[in-house]
């Protein structure tokens, strides 16, 4: 318990980097938007700003697509 709680004020008051690529506990910030079925940005789409935090994400497979991926600038 000591630990867990110990990671979470690590979190919450911790240096914020911006490391190359994505890993399984990271908060990843940046803009989503909106693409057709092929994969293509939909003109007037929906568009924001957001973050994410995986910890929090219970779809391991939208998760898996974050990890691994690489910054964008």
Not at 67 to 73: T, Y
Request: aromatic share 6%.
């Amino acid at each position: 318990m000591i630990d867990q709680y110990a990671e979470d004020i690590a979190k919450r008051y911790g240096k914020m980097i911006s490391p190359d690529k994505v890993q399984e506990k990271d908060l990843v910030y940046g803009t989503f938007q909106e693409l057709d079925a092929k994969g293509v940005v939909v003109e007037g789409g929906v568009t924001n700003q957001a973050s994410v935090s995986l910890d929090a994400l219970k779809i391991k497979k939208l998760k898996n697509q974050f990890i691994g991926s690489e910054k964008v600038l």
